[in-house]
């Protein structure tokens, strides 16, 4: 089972900042936090990581709480092409590296 | 920018037959993997393939299912006999791993949609 919670949905106006949020209270110390997005059937498409800090890159920014056991993924301008369902991943820093997903959520961004 | 390719995009097949499904990973990356996605459903781990030997597995991934890597650009997914259940979207993955801070991120490929009729 994923060892994430997300809502199964959000709206979001264009043009306004979309904050999703992720719950992932049984985090260990080894475990990077990973956000994908899949938009309609395409294959899940890497957003940003993150294992302490938070991170920032051109697609999105990752805020990890101090006790690391919530992050929230911020789109700081969300378009209409960023409607996908949203991912929380967290995996081993070593190891096989496979992915567990949850159900994600769908993030509706509104013209 | 280098992208994971997946051949076919759709592929019909009997009930019983065998499929390949193809896939051309990202030229310097060493981790390959399956996964699938049965329709509204999750998104799927099958197989991880690393040094030319499967380095973890699922439950899904049977003895029906076998994977190869048979030169040096090209990863297969091959399924002996299928199912009606076998239908689903197949998503080939390769990662690029940080060896020094230890994060991979994988780049999938499209898909391609297997219908078992």
């Known amino acids: 089972d994923a060892k994430t919670t997300q809502p199964p949905s959000m709206d979001c106006a264009e043009g306004r900042a979309a904050n999703l949020p992720c719950n992932h209270s049984t985090i260990s110390g080894n475990e990077y936090v990973y956000w994908y997005r899949q938009i309609h059937s395409q294959g899940p498409q890497y957003i940003i990581h993150g294992l302490k800090n938070n991170e920032t890159n051109e697609m999105a920014s990752l805020i990890i709480t101090e006790d690391r056991k919530s992050s929230t993924l911020i789109l700081p301008h969300a378009t209409l092409r960023d409607t996908a369902v949203y991912y929380c991943?967290?995996?081993?820093?070593?190891?096989?590296?496979?992915?567990?997903f949850g159900t994600g959520t769908r993030l509706k961004v509104l013209a | 920018e280098p992208e994971v390719t997946q051949t076919p995009s759709h592929q019909v097949t009997q009930m019983g037959q065998e499929v390949i499904l193809r896939c051309v990973p990202i030229s310097n990356h060493l981790y390959f993997y399956w996964y699938r996605q049965i329709l509204g459903q999750k998104v799927e781990f099958l197989v991880s393939f690393y040094n030319n030997e499967i380095s973890e597995k699922s439950e899904i991934f049977d003895d029906q299912f076998s994977v190869e890597r048979p030169d040096g650009s090209n990863f297969t997914l091959k399924i002996r006999s299928t199912k009606l259940e076998d239908s689903a979207m197949y998503f080939c993955?390769?990662?690029?791993?940080?060896?020094?801070?230890?994060?991979?991120?994988?780049?999938f490929g499209s898909g391609t949609q297997l219908s078992v009729l």
């Open positions: 991943i967290v995996s081993l820093t070593s190891g096989t590296y496979k992915y567990i």
């Open positions: 993955a390769s990662s690029e791993v940080d060896i020094i801070l230890a994060y991979e991120k994988l780049f």
